[in-house]
């Protein structure tokens, strides 16, 4: 290589590495972008209505559903609206008398209901959508992650796609006997767990494999908890339930 080309080269990849590192920035600038601002936890959280909204035009499997509208005799009995939860605290606003799940989450939902209805059975929910921000709450408190998801991955109930939820008696509407209430952060609420009654076993049964049908996994420590498996197919939202009624209100 002559004198030109041995001063040439070290500014020829200097520049090249500069390249590399400004595409690399704005790879992640764009990725951020898209996917919501990364927050202190390290993950992209989705808290921009309209660029929600925007992103459901594109793909209509990430539509909010409220679940009454597809599924009429469900009944609610949502606790994080109220103070009967384990934080003690209403953490959500005191007249969300409504809940979400994605669409694919919902229909599947619904095929549980209906199989269940030929039962006499019925679902009662405790919980679906819940914000990002409020499972950063949970965590600040419990910090287990057998019990409460770690911000830093974020909850299928912040994606849209998890259900906390019981069985019901559709001729009496009483809840059927599971061995423990909600959030029960004992042995006793998993699903391995055996010390049992065999009506409690068969009742917890009877739950698990409707769900199982329609293509929900449980969560081992909590037999009241079901998700859809692809859960990175879904953002992690921080969008209010006022918000998403609204929409669902327009759509109608």
Known sequence: MNDIGNNLFPKIMQAYRFFITLVLILDIYYSSAQNGPVNKYGVPVLFDKD???????????????????????????LRYA?????????????????????????????????????????????????????????????????????PKKGSGHNRGIAVDLTLIDLASGKELDMGTGFDNFTDTAHHDFQNLSSLVLDNRQILKTAMEKHGFIP??????????????????????????????????
């Not at 660029?51 to 009995?77: A, C, G, H, R, W």
């Open 219 to 252: 969560f081992s420590t909590e037999w009241w908890h079901y998700s859809l498996p692809n859960s990175t197919a879904f953002e992690l939202l921080d969008i209010p339930f006022k918000t998403l009624k609204k929409k669902a209100r327009t759509q109608r």
């Open 82 to 150: 109220s103070r009967k939860n384990f934080m003690k605290k209403r953490m959500y606003p005191r007249n969300t008398t409504y809940t979400f799940l994605r669409l694919p989450a919902a229909r599947a939902l619904q095929a549980v209901q209906l199989d269940l209805n030929t039962k006499g059975l019925g679902l009662k929910i405790w919980d679906a959508y819940r914000p990002y921000s409020v499972t950063v709450s949970f965590w600040e408190l419990i910090k287990d992650e057998r019990y409460v998801a770690d």
């Open 51 to 77: 660029e929600f909204f925007q992103i459901v035009e594109k793909d209509s499997s990430k539509e909010m559903t409220e679940l009454k509208q597809m599924i009429p005799n469900i009944i609610y009995e």
